[in-house]
């Protein structure tokens, strides 16, 4: 699943940068490519980030999914809105996305039960996706093409089922324990837009 | 100008990110059920163990049987007295409320059954009006903390209340997981910062010692031998001379080093089951264990049973047992200072065993109870399967086997081996 959704937000670019090209109305396609660091209070870590829309004058929307591997791997699936400044040439923006951040095992938490192992089994959730931040547009042509720098401040929450079977003085039972994790943490991207 | 306009948008950026940094943080919490215990005074406890009206089976735990009575601990809880004057309709008469039981054997009136630390001595000649007639305390110093809570010389843990709750994790260390109450880092690092524990299956045990010693699981942690019982704790050997059955004398403790698990009499032997391997105790003076062999194996849960010259031993894979191991595997015990594997049978969850004869019962788990042909230990056929859920205890005793199973303690007449029969069916509240 997750690898479908950055495949198609991998191939979207090159049809919509097409279909732009033969449009002259004010609203215009574009896509945006960025790679950069998460900087959390326990460590930093990469993060890859992709988003699809279109732009009328100042303003920019669209739909962008990233890869955000603190803590715990999710792929974050969000909408994205940015306003900036002077939007026919180099300018500071600032931008917010919002939406869900979805687990992506790496097989530390088990999702099935092992009846050979009694280990204990998990169920993974999505939860809340945000960032808000700034940026700095460096226009080279008159496209509008054009290199990205960005901070943000990003949160994004991660919870999971845990059932175990514990020993509760008298007899073994299986409980479902919830963990609920919230991570704030600072982004840095470089990238660009076409 | 326009510069200048640039340089101030970028200062803006950074004096916002800046505030920003303040913020950041990882916090993390658990929604849990936790457990808080019920003390009571060690007198108190003690002054209620008498016989209450029988109970429904719930967590039916090691079995014992004796005369025309079985003793079933209920884990944790006490032990029910079933009279199974007629196997083919038992009936459960009574409930000795023992807090923190889970061990029991029983040597003609008198039950010795654990009580947390403390050994309890229970006179049974009538076994609708019991009597405590004595006790032992500390034999069992490993069971002073259960569950994080630490027993006293004067308390005893009678119940526990549940409570559900949520407390915050700390996550300070970023880039791990939290399982099962531990952190996990990519280096392997691991905190454990809750206690928990797997349950304890209970066991069966072989027919060859004659009344009035009862007979008792492979994988109890009790055994009586003439006049001496024999318990072992997870890393000790403990002797009581039992001459006097009401007032057991406690007179040595030999400390074993390997994770033990169950310990089985035999003649003048005794054959102690750790995760590791196989000790074996001479018992020439009874007083005075001595090492005779030892048989080690991959980490595993492993009762083990024996006659003159073969010991049987079924490996287990389970939450504590390390290796994923399931199998059957016969010892040659001639030379019991050499004890030599000579076959291995591969088999899905065995647990408890027994033996009457050439007639071998191993309990496999979710493929139920099955019989083996055993004349020949070079090649073990099997016999018979008895479909039953989850089967980990049998006994032999009488030409009936009684066998614990997750729904039920069933009783089996299998004096015709070629027609084996249900006696009974005593179930267990689900």
């Not at chain 1, 979805?102 to 009694?118: C, Q």
């Not at chain 2, 496999?364 to 056929?381: C, E, H, K, P, R």
Request: one cysteine or more; proline letters at 4%.
């Amino acid at each position: 699943m997750k690898a479908i959704i950055i495949s198609l937000f991998a191939v979207l670019p090159v049809v919509l940068t097409a279909q732009s090209n033969k449009q002259k109305e004010k609203i215009h396609y574009t896509s945006s490519y960025r790679l950069g660091i998460i900087a959390g209070k326990a460590y930093t870590t990469f993060t890859a980030q992709i988003i699809q829309g279109i732009r009328y004058k100042n303003f920019q929307t669209g739909i962008g999914v990233s890869l955000d591997p603190y803590g715990f791997r999710t792929i974050p699936v969000f909408g994205h809105f940015s306003y900036a400044l002077h939007p026919e040439k180099s300018s500071v923006y600032v931008y917010g996305d919002a939406g869900m951040s979805i687990p992506w095992n790496n097989g530390a938490l088990p999702e099935k039960y092992d009846n050979s192992t009694h280990d204990e089994w998990h169920k993974l959730f999505p939860g809340f996706y945000g960032e808000a931040g700034i940026g700095y547009n460096m226009v080279f042509n008159k496209k509008r093409n054009a290199v990205t720098i960005n901070s943000g401040y990003s949160y994004k929450r991660f919870k999971y089922d845990e059932h175990v079977y514990i020993w509760n003085g008298f007899e073994t039972a299986q409980q479902k324990d919830r963990y609920i994790f919230d991570y704030r943490r600072l982004t840095f991207r470089l990238g660009f837009s076409l | 100008m326009k510069k200048i306009y640039n340089m101030m948008q970028i200062a803006c950026s950074f004096i916002l990110i800046s505030i920003l940094a303040g913020c950041v943080k990882d916090t993390g919490m658990k929604k849990t059920r936790i457990f808080t215990p019920v003390f009571k005074t060690a007198e108190n406890v003690r002054a209620a163990i008498k016989s209450d009206k029988a109970e429904d089976i719930v967590h039916p735990g090691k079995i014992y049987v004796l005369g025309n009575y079985i003793f079933m601990n209920e884990i944790g809880r006490g032990v029910h007295i079933i009279d199974n004057a007629n196997p083919a309709s038992p009936v459960n008469k009574a409930f000795i409320n023992i807090p923190g039981n889970e061990d029991i054997a029983v040597k003609g009136n008198t039950l010795y059954a654990d009580c947390f630390t403390d050994l309890m001595v229970i006179d049974i000649s009538d076994p609708s009006n019991v009597l405590l007639k004595n006790y032992v305390p500390g034999l069992f110093s490993d069971r002073q903390y259960v569950f994080g809570y630490a027993l006293s010389e004067y308390t005893i843990i009678t119940d526990w209340i549940a409570r559900d709750t949520i407390m915050d994790i700390d996550v300070a260390e970023g880039a791990g997981i939290w399982r099962n109450g531990s952190f996990y880092t990519n280096n392997m690092v691991m905190y454990e910062d809750m206690f928990y524990s797997a349950a304890s299956y209970d066991g069966s045990k072989s027919n060859v010692i004659p009344s009035p010693v009862g007979v008792g699981g492979s994988m109890a942690r009790f055994a009586i031998m003439n006049e001496h019982l024999y318990t072992v704790t997870t890393s000790l050997l403990n002797v009581l001379n039992i001459t006097n059955s009401s007032a057991p004398q406690w007179n040595k403790t030999i400390p074993l080093n390997n994770f033990i698990e169950t310990i089985y009499p035999f003649k003048d032997k005794l054959f102690i089951g750790s995760t590791t391997g196989v000790l074996i105790y001479d018992v020439s003076n009874p007083e005075s264990p001595v090492q005779q062999g030892v048989f080690q194996h991959l980490q595993n849960c492993d009762p083990v049973i024996a006659d003159d010259n073969y010991a049987y031993v079924t490996l287990h894979a389970g939450s504590a047992c390390g290796e994923n191991l399931n199998r059957l595997e016969v010892l040659d015990i001639k030379d019991l200072s050499q004890p030599t594997l000579i076959r291995a049978y591969d088999l899905s969850n065995p647990h408890g065993l027994s033996k009457d004869g050439n007639i071998l019962f191993v309990c496999n788990g979710d493929d139920g109870l099955i019989m083996f042909d055993a004349t020949d230990v070079y090649n073990i056929q099997r016999l018979k399967k008895i479909e039953l859920p989850e089967t980990f205890d049998v006994i032999c005793y009488n030409k009936i086997a009684i066998v614990s199973a997750k729904d039920g303690l069933y009783q089996y007449d299998y004096s015709n081996v070629n027609d084996v029969r249900l006696l009974s069916k005593i179930i267990i509240k689900q």
